[in-house]
């Protein structure tokens, strides 16, 4: 085992003792949260089935089409194929973590008004990765939304509208930043 898993011994139905699964430990959206699992799971799996945080889409489930992108350490991931243990320690944000007290993420707001999510399931990994851009550069160029989000595939939208909404939730963060200072 790596990182800080703690290996749990588990009695199997035949009586035999298997260090087949662990425990590990998470910071998800702020809270510290710990679960059993598998010691082959990847960071997807924790989030969707111990932790029932299923927001994250388990798509491709190989690393090509961004549906299930998280934040670790404010850097957006596939969770997919990142091992449970490499999220330990780190902080994770996850698409339910997005919205505040004062309700939906400009980014959330932005895709409902524009039009930018049809069926939906692309949606959490995009908003995502547009968050993990927006963290480093308040003001991306059509370019850098693009070039941000090219790893998330959408099969319905044609993108237009999703960069659409990635700048229009820029603008307002700006302006709310803006009105918020001295
Ligand atoms: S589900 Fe992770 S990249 Fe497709
Ligand atoms: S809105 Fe359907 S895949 Fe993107």
Redo the contacts with the bound molecule.
């Keep these: 085992m790596r990182g800080k898993v703690r290996e749990l011994p588990l009695r199997t139905a035949a009586g035999y003792v298997a260090n087949m699964h662990a425990i590990v430990q998470l910071t998800v959206n702020g809270d510290r949260r710990s679960a059993g699992v598998p010691v082959h799971f990847t960071l997807l799996e924790a989030l969707r089935y111990p932790l029932g945080l299923t927001g994250s889409k388990q798509g491709c489930d190989k690393g090509d089409c961004g549906?299930c992108t998280v934040l670790l350490d404010d850097e957006p991931v596939l969770s997919c194929i990142t091992p449970v243990w490499e999220a330990e320690g780190r902080e994770v944000l996850t698409v339910e973590g997005l919205a505040g007290p004062g309700g939906l993420h400009p980014l959330q707001d932005a895709f409902d008004t524009t039009g930018?999510?049809?069926?939906?399931?692309?949606?959490p990994g995009?908003l995502m990765s547009a968050y993990g851009l927006l963290l480093r550069n308040a003001s991306p160029t059509r370019e850098e939304i693009q070039d941000a989000l090219s790893g998330n595939?959408?099969?319905?939208?044609g993108y237009t509208k999703?960069v659409e909404a990635v700048e229009q939730a820029a603008e307002r963060i700006r302006r709310n930043r803006h009105a918020a200072s001295p």
């Design positions: 549906a930018a999510a049809q069926c939906g399931f692309c949606t995009i595939l959408c099969r319905c939208t999703i």
